[in-house]
């Protein structure tokens, strides 16, 4: 039932629970609105972050360059992943930031996706340079 609320299962008679198949579309729109929401979330994150926040998305942001320099895909998602979830709690909006959840857990299919594009690696790693800076 938790599946069919955020869409991710449709039930179907005679059949059951069905994964729901995104179109490209629908894709694009959720990433469309997810970059703004996570644009959104860096902007109250930079006025709302606490000291060990930024120091932990330091630490995070330092260890993804070996890790792009390795081109280890599954390792820099992880800790993309990590990077991401600090910068939602330092946005002190439990609102905003289970909003954006919801988003990334209907597109979690599709996330690792970019980072194995030939630069993707190296674009996540200079947008998370710019959130800090």
């Not at 609320?5 to 005679?14: E, H, Y």
């Given at each position: 039932?938790?599946?069919?609320?955020?869409?991710?299962?449709?039930?179907?008679?005679?059949?059951?629970?069905?994964v729901t198949r995104l179109t490209v579309r629908e894709i694009v729109a959720m990433w469309e609105v997810l970059t703004c929401l996570e644009g959104f979330c860096a902007s109250l994150a930079a006025r709302r972050i606490t000291e060990v926040e930024l120091k932990d998305l330091r630490k995070i942001h330092a260890s993804t360059k070996e890790l792009v320099a390795n081109g280890d895909t599954e390792a820099y998602a992880n800790a993309n992943q990590s990077f991401h979830e600090i910068m939602y709690r330092a946005t002190k909006n439990d609102y905003l930031s289970d909003q954006v959840r919801d988003i990334r857990s209907r597109l979690q299919a599709y996330r690792r996706y970019p980072f194995s594009r030939i630069g993707g690696l190296e674009r996540s790693v200079a947008g998370h340079e710019a959130v800090l800076t």
């Open positions: 039932l938790q599946l069919s609320t955020l869409n991710l299962v449709t039930f179907k008679s005679r059949h059951g629970a069905v």
